[in-house]
């Protein structure tokens, strides 16, 4: 299928207005699932995202060696030592336990920093499979857990969010490397249409299509071209699932406003020395701009 064949759209989905008498259970409750030895950081990125795309509560679940760091990452979200293998990876043994965490959240973001061990991909097909209904964006070693991914989850009741760069969409959609590059957005709407998710392949000018519509983001620049950028989206992601939106208007939504922070952070600190870990706080200011609509 060619990307023609999908309806471009231009227009970002609005940021819902907190409304006066909320509290932080109307602004969404997220679960992160992410993190492994060496990969702490990529727990806290997600984390950070969720927090500073304005969850109400958000969950950072991890190997039970590297909650400590993980905690100390921010003092804003809640951590959950999960027991993990030698390796420091975690398995399909927590699942139980985790599904049940999955159940009192709004949206679970899952995959950033897990490892690639089969155990921990039986763990990412167990909660997607045993929580239809949740709102849930998949990222990193969640999408190589799925890979190369058919139609298993295409009547899932709530459309997954799938965020792979090229490099991981092309192992999804069992595709080269320099297709998922150089044909991006077709390649994208066909495998939206087939799986029924919605995809966002990052990069520049990141596409987001859920099959039948296809975005094209405006916003981000060359200084985000480093390790974390993508674990700061999935955490945005999952927080504008958690506040209620689809998961097309999350995924658009989030890549543009990902895209904003990182203008914004280049403008004041430059592209060169530009972390992911800047991210989360020149998302304030992206928010901002949104805020401004109201
Ligand atoms: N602080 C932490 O804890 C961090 C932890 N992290 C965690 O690390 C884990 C591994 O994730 P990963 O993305 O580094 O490895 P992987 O999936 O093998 O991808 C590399 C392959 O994809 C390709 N490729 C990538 N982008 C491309 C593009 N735009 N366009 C084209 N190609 C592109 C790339 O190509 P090449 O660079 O060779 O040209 C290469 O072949 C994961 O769990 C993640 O969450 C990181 O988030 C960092 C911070
Ligand atoms: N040259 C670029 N222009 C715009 N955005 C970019 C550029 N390079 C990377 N990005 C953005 O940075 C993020 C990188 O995500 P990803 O590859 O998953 O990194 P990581 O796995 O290290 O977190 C994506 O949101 C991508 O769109
Ligand atoms: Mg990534």
């Known amino acids: 299928m060619s990307d023609a064949a999908a309806t471009p759209v231009f227009e970002l989905p609005r940021m819902p207005r907190r409304a006066a008498d909320g509290h932080k259970g109307t602004y969404g409750q997220v679960l992160a699932v992410a993190g492994s030895r060496g990969m702490a950081g990529a ?173 094209r983001n405006t916003t981000g620049n060359p200084g985000m071209a480093t390790g974390g950028s993508g674990d700061v989206l999935t955490g945005v992601v999952a927080a504008l699932l958690a506040r209620g939106l689809s998961p097309f208007d999350a995924a658009v939504l989030g890549a543009w406003v990902h895209g904003r922070a990182g203008d914004i952070a280049a403008a004041a600190i430059g592209q060169t020395g530009l972390t992911a870990a800047d991210l989360p706080d020149y998302l304030s200011a992206a928010f901002r701009e949104l805020e401004a609509r109201w």
């Open 43 to 215: 727990a806290v990125l997600v984390g950070r995202g969720a927090l500073r795309a304005g969850a109400g509560l958000v969950r950072v679940a991890c190997p039970a060696e590297v909650q400590p760091t993980v905690a100390a990452g921010h003092p804003c979200y809640m951590t959950v030592p999960l027991r993990q293998h030698v390796d420091g990876t975690l398995g399909a043994g927590v699942a139980a336990e985790l599904i049940e965490l999955g159940r009192a959240a709004n949206a679970i973001a899952i995959g950033p920093g897990l490892g690639q061990a089969d155990d921990a991909a039986a763990l990412v097909k167990a909660v997607l499979r045993e929580l239809p209904r949740t709102p849930t964006v998949v990222d990193a070693d969640g999408l190589n857990a799925l890979a190369p991914l058919g139609d298993d989850f295409r009547d899932r009741p709530m459309p997954l969010v799938l965020t792979p760069h090229p490099g991981e969409f092309a192992r999804l959609a069992g595709v080269a490397t320099h297709d998922a590059v150089a044909r991006r957005a077709e390649l994208a709407v066909g495998f939206a249409w087939k799986t029924g998710a919605v995809v966002l392949v990052k990069g520049p000018g990141t596409v987001v299509t859920d099959g039948r519509r296809v975005y």
